[in-house]
């Protein structure tokens, strides 16, 4: 043992006990710096939370928590923007003002994702509808039947349904028989057995060629309607969330969403896609939970996963399996500190547990002290060895670490006490190199100006490398 042996050294207690609080407190709050570095890269609301307590209780300056404060506070804001614009999306969607205005609040906080493009598509259709609108008002005003019959169309594919299409609708129909012809080729246009017989009915009247294409390209709409319909159950079937956002980007573009007779299969779509969207969100926070290897965001990561009834999945496992991992690790530290403290100390239980440890990858200042005991023999020789290489090899780093291994350990001896002094001349030596690099950079920057270097400039050089011999 070294200084810390009471029986041979009871004069050194006193200042060795308080070493060691002082080395407890400087790990306590570099563990609580190193805390919150991991928490605000991962900007896990629940590990922040668990940082900020640890940096508290850790005796952490404000400004040192500063940071993670702030980053609380952003994504709470963040989450509150995003909370307010999905029940803007489903309670308001019909609401321009009031969905934009919560779109606004989100998108000024930098939030992306998926229901920033719903909303944005909804703020889109609404503008859509409301352009519409105006059209078909105009049009009924004009009472002209192809103005009637484009505003119509406009309607229809804005999936506007209002007083003022049947407003059109109706003048349309009373404007002689090829515009009556428009009128029902429009309202047919979301049947394909209606429409088809519209088609074949306008073809026969002749005379409605521009609306007949029109009709042919709903009809091709349809079509592709029933096949995307098909997909996006398939999709929610397989609970593929990725999949079911690209089919409903394709059900907006052939007018699935706005077709009314698919009203109702369109809400259930909605619906899933609304439950598979908190589900996707769960389980990428489970895995990110799991990657901050931080006890209350998994816990946190769970709560929400719990929720969204998707633990089942794999990330839920996963993240159930890290949490027992974690609580075990603690335990582990528990149980090694118990085993330091037992007199004698037990080494038979450390050695069990240092095993596990290793097993389990899990590393710690309670595993690294372990770890000394346990392989006290096998350390000592290799912190001897590592002295000489250091020394061969002028390292003085290495050289450094080899004398903090030798304190941490206790070791005395002839091999320690010549470290000591060759680890003072590398000292040294690296206090005069570096005494001699900055008189050298001096010299050159100098020599880089107009003045350039004279005889006296050269001196200090001189003085530097006749120090360093003498050292």
């Known amino acids: 043992m070294g200084l810390d042996d009471a029986a041979r050294f009871p004069q050194f207690q006193a200042t060795v006990n308080a070493g060691k609080a002082m080395r407890a407190r400087l790990k306590k709050l570099i563990d609580a710096k190193n805390a919150l570095s991991t928490a605000i890269t991962d900007r896990n609301l629940g590990s922040l939370n668990a940082a900020v307590q640890q940096a508290a209780d850790a005796g952490l300056s404000e400004s040192d928590i500063g940071d993670a404060k702030a980053l609380i506070s952003q994504i709470e804001a963040e989450n509150s923007a995003m909370s307010a614009l999905k029940s803007a999306l489903a309670d308001n969607a019909s609401d321009a003002a009031a969905l934009g205005a919560s779109l606004a609040a989100a998108v000024a906080l930098g939030l992306e994702g998926d229901v920033i493009d719903n909303a944005q598509a909804q703020v889109q259709r ?17 009472g002209d039947a192809n103005a009637l019959n484009t505003a119509l169309s406009l309607a229809r594919a804005a999936g506007l349904e209002s007083a003022a299409v049947s407003q059109a609708t109706e003048a349309l129909a009373g404007l002689g028989a090829q515009a009556a012809m428009m009128s029902e080729l429009g309202e047919a246009s979301h049947s394909l057995s209606d429409l088809d017989a519209a088609i074949a009915k306008a073809e026969a009247m002749g005379g409605c060629d521009g609306a007949v294409e029109e009709a042919k390209k709903s009809r091709s709409n349809l079509l592709k309607q029933d096949v995307v319909l098909s997909e996006c159950k398939n999709a929610i ?47 990428l926070g489970l895995l990110r939970a799991v990657e901050s290897h931080n006890k209350a965001g998994i816990e946190a990561a769970i709560a929400k996963a719990t929720e969204a009834n998707c633990m089942d999945a794999s990330e839920g496992q996963a993240a159930t399996a890290m949490l027992k991992q974690i609580e075990r690790e603690e335990q582990i530290s528990a149980e090694i500190e118990a085993a330091l403290s037992a007199e004698p100390v037990d080494k038979e239980k450390l050695q069990a547990l240092l095993l596990e440890a290793q097993e389990l990858k899990f590393d710690n200042d309670k595993v690294r002290s372990a770890g000394m005991i346990v392989n006290r023999e096998k350390v000592i020789k290799e912190t001897l060895a590592s002295f000489v290489t250091a020394k061969e090899t002028n390292n003085l780093e290495k ?43 001096a010299i050159v920057m100098k020599g880089q100006s107009e003045i350039g270097i004279t005889e006296d400039d050269l001196k200090p050089l001189m003085d530097a490398m006749e120090a360093a011999k003498l050292t």
């Open 126 to 142: 609404l503008s859509e509808q409301a352009a519409a609108e105006s059209a078909l008002t105009a049009a009924v005003a004009s």
């Open 399 to 441: 050289m450094n670490s080899a004398m903090q291994s030798a304190i941490e350990l206790g070791i005395e001896g002839p091999e320690v006490d010549t470290a000591k002094e060759d680890l003072a001349k590398m000292n040294a030596e690296d206090e005069q190199a570096k005494k001699m690099n900055a008189v050298a950079t």
């Open 237 to 283: 079937a397989s609970n593929n969330y990725e999949d079911l956002k690209l089919q409903m980007k394709a059900a907006s573009d052939c007018g699935l969403d706005t077709n009314p007779t698919k009203s109702d299969e369109w809400n259930e779509i909605k619906t899933a896609n609304q439950r598979l969207q908190v589900s996707s969100e769960a389980k």
